[in-house]
């Protein structure tokens, strides 16, 4: 069955600090990746995401990802947070029958 | 553009209730999903709907049912609520089942069962 893993639950930096969260996967075939990012009392919005081609791909507010094929993992990075980046983050990865399935999220708090 | 529209924001129900989760999208989206969020959990798939007329389980289906009404709206059943039913509810949809589309998102539904 398709699942999806994110290693870090909770993560604490200060300002300016490099983020690194990690995301796997478990599914054979041809997949899409993404990255969402819920700020607290709104909805999902996303971040980036990866189809084919280049495997490091870029998203918004500074926020990059790269696909590893060989390692099922789409790792989430910024090189310098911000406290406004706190918020909770989710890695979500899409089959080729649409089924879409979210990890368990990883909440992150950046201190001013 | 409204995008994704869920109705209602806060319902509470009674053990035993039931009730209808409303989801409409008007951007011609082919899927549409239902997911719900629990803390510590993320976001788990309840149902999805690849395009018009289709319709899968996902990974929490039970003490649930679905309704893709038209290709705009995918309504989400609770037959007889349960108070492990509480929960944020959202609904979702994206362009296509695969390629280079994303899922937007509604705002949610907050749901408590007593």
């Known amino acids: 069955a398709q699942s999806v893993s994110q290693h870090n639950h909770h993560v604490i930096l200060s300002e300016a600090a490099s983020l690194e969260l990690g995301c796997n996967y478990s599914y054979g075939g041809t997949v899409n990746l993404f990255w969402y990012v819920q700020y607290p009392g709104q909805h999902l919005q996303l971040l980036l995401k990866y189809f084919s081609g280049d495997p490091l791909v870029k998203g918004i507010k500074g926020f990059e990802a790269e696909f590893i094929k060989s390692k099922f993992s789409f790792n989430l990075r910024k090189p310098s947070v911000q406290w406004s980046d706190t918020a909770e983050y989710f890695c979500?990865?899409?089959?080729?029958?649409?089924?879409?399935?979210f990890g368990q999220g990883t909440t992150l708090q950046v201190k001013p | 553009n409204a995008g994704v529209t869920q109705t209602p924001k806060f319902q509470v129900l009674k053990t035993g209730q039931s009730m209808t989760l409303q989801c409409a999208q008007d951007m011609n989206h082919n899927s549409m999903y239902w997911y719900r969020q629990d803390p510590g959990m993320g976001l788990r798939l309840i149902y999805y709907?690849?395009?018009?007329?289709?319709?899968d389980k996902g990974e929490v289906p039970n003490g649930y049912n679905v309704s893709r009404l038209n290709k705009r709206e995918f309504s989400l059943r609770l037959e007889s609520a349960a108070p492990s039913q509480t929960s944020v509810y959202f609904c979702?949809?994206?362009?296509?089942?695969?390629?280079?589309?994303?899922?937007?998102f509604g705002q949610g539904t907050r749901l408590t069962v007593v």
């Open positions: 709907s690849a395009s018009e007329g289709t319709t």
């Open positions: 979702a949809s994206s362009e296509a089942r695969t390629g280079n589309t994303e899922a937007f």
């Open positions: 979500a990865v899409r089959n080729n029958t649409g089924k879409l399935i």
